[in-house]
């Protein structure tokens, strides 16, 4: 049964946010409405200022709306408290950001080891799962590397790694391209086209290069705060009963 015409994965209500500076309030999402199905690849693109950060926080539970709601599977993100939202984060979220954070003091298996390590498996098992995701992503050898030994483009794959060991529902990437030399960059999107289409996972992705709007199922503009444009490019039909339930499932097509 496809059901893409059932309920959003991501339901965003009416969102409203404004930053208080000094005296003057600052208005930077202005009513955004959007609904993001299961198994879409959507691209935010916009200004520098729009808002599309600020957006992507408040869908993550990092910033509470002054009005309006974000709607997971279902279930309003901001009735939960913040540490009920940091679990949906850590759980169903998987974050890739322009620039990698790492914890200096492990290496590469270590850092992509270590959300789930921090959600309860153990080191030995973390480790094994961490091993075999950098596997996947051909990355296997620089496993006891210090991440800030490799080039961009594979901090960033190991980013990825980081962000999907924890099988998350959906992948949110801000300007995860940004930094990166154009082969690089076309790698990443590579990883996230097959995480996409292989792992069936939800990707809400901010981009500035308008070429990667062929990876898209579904485009969205951004200007000043609002949604100026959507352009749904491709129907995304999605059988959840086929879904891989573990993400590096993907990995029996030998996809990646
Ligand atoms: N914590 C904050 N306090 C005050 N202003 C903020 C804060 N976060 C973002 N802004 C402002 O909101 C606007 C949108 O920022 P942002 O969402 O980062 O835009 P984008 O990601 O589209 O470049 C900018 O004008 C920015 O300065
Ligand atoms: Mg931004």
Redesign the pocket.
């Known amino acids: 049964m496809g059901i893409s015409s059932g309920p959003p994965i991501i339901g965003i209500q009416n969102i409203n946010k404004a ?3 000094g005296k003057n309030q ?1 208005d ?1 999402l202005k009513g955004v409405d959007l609904n993001i199905m299961p198994g879409e690849f959507v691209i935010l693109f ?10 992507l ?1 408040t869908i993550i539970g990092l910033e509470r709306p002054n009005s309006g709601d974000i709607i997971i599977r279902g279930r309003k993100l901001y009735d939960l408290g913040e540490d009920a939202r940091a679990k949906v984060r850590q759980d169903r979220f998987g974050i890739v950001h322009q620039q990698a954070n790492w914890i200096k003091s492990l290496n590469v298996v270590e850092n992509v080891a270590y959300p789930l390590m921090i959600s309860g498996y153990s080191r030995r098992a973390a480790i094994k799962r961490a091993e075999r995701t950098l596997e996947l992503l051909k990355l296997a050898e620089f496993s006891r590397y210090t991440p800030t030994e490799l080039s961009g483009g594979q901090q960033q794959k190991v980013s990825i790694c980081r962000a999907i060991i924890n099988n998350p529902w959906i992948i949110v990437a ?1 300007e995860p391209t940004g930094n990166l030399d154009t082969v690089s960059a076309d790698e990443v999107m590579g990883i996230f086209k097959t995480i996409n289409e292989q792992a069936r996972r939800t990707i809400l992705m ?1 981009s500035h290069n308008p070429e990667y709007e062929k990876y898209a199922t579904k485009v969205i503009y ?1 200007k000043d705060g609002i949604i100026e444009k959507i352009v749904n490019r491709k129907d995304v039909k999605v059988d959840e009963d086929q879904y891989p339930s573990d993400l590096l499932a993907m990995a029996r097509g030998e996809v990646l």
């Open positions: 930053f208080q500076v600052v930077v916009g200004q520098s200022g729009c808002g599309k950060s600020t957006l926080n801000d901010v951004m």
